[in-house]
């Protein structure tokens, strides 16, 4: 199971600090949360704060757009290099023309749901993607609890991403973000989850890493 702690949950007055902190293997990536204020009720930070980022940690970063025009927004983040750049299905006009601008920088394209948009629309989606995350929280603000139709949700999908498999070799990231704990992350593992997001749970705690470890030994429980 690979984990992403979103730095929204981290210390902010200690940001630098805690990223030098975070380390490999239990850290996997960083998880960026860009929040345009319109998008989602909140606002959180942009490019500027994500170069710093970058300048603090060899981790890669997992650079997630919560933004009304991520046609506008996505270009501004190719200079990171990032593992992947993340738009919601929700605000994009043209999905698979952004995807194919993001892979054309070398990056992979990642393709975000909210909790209410139908899974079935991946289907026809599946191939010019590598990422799919799944808000299992309605997105916005962290420290929700996991949402009860997401196990429905991520079946649905397991149903898919079958079929898909069957047609092609092209493989997917399947990514969950919201409410991941270390007591729900077996059944995710099992569901079929890669990889979490994990903001409150990994920065609860004095030492992130340690907490990484135990959402990661608690993936292989069942």
Same mark, same amino acid.
């Given at each position: 199971m690979l984990v992403s702690p979103s730095i929204l949950a981290a210390p902010l007055t200690r940001l630098g600090e805690t990223l030098q902190q975070l380390k490999k293997p239990e850290i996997d990536f960083i998880h960026l949360d860009i929040m345009d204020g319109h998008f989602v009720p909140a606002l959180t930070f942009g490019e500027q704060v994500a170069e710093a980022v970058k300048r603090e940690t060899p981790i890669p970063l997992d650079v997630h757009l919560m933004v009304e025009h991520p046609e506008k927004e996505v270009p501004k983040y190719f200079a990171l290099e990032p593992?992947?750049?993340?738009?919601?299905?929700? #605000?994009?006009?043209?999905?698979?023309?952004?995807?194919?601008?993001?892979?054309?920088?070398?990056?992979? #394209?990642?393709?975000?749901?909210?909790?209410?948009?139908?899974?079935?629309?991946?289907?026809?989606?599946?191939?010019?993607?590598?990422?799919?995350?799944?808000?299992?929280?309605?997105?916005?603000?962290?420290?929700?609890p996991f949402?009860?139709?997401?196990?429905?949700?991520?079946a649905r999908f397991a149903e898919i991403r079958q079929r898909c498999a069957e047609q092609s070799d092209h493989e997917v990231i399947l990514e969950v973000d919201g409410g991941v704990t270390e007591k729900n992350i077996a059944r995710l593992a099992e569901a079929g989850v890669d990889m979490v997001v994990a903001g409150a749970f990994i920065f609860k705690a004095e030492d992130p890493n340690l907490q990484a470890e135990i959402l990661k030994q608690a993936a292989h429980s069942l």
């Open positions: 593992h992947n750049i993340t738009f919601h299905y929700e #605000a994009a006009k043209a999905p698979i023309r952004l995807a194919e601008t993001i892979r054309k920088a070398g990056i992979k #394209a990642g393709l975000a749901l909210k909790p209410s948009t139908p899974v079935d629309i991946l289907e026809d989606l599946y191939p010019y993607f590598d990422l799919f995350l799944f808000m299992t929280v309605e997105p916005g603000y962290y420290g929700q949402l009860q139709n997401s196990w429905h949700r991520l």
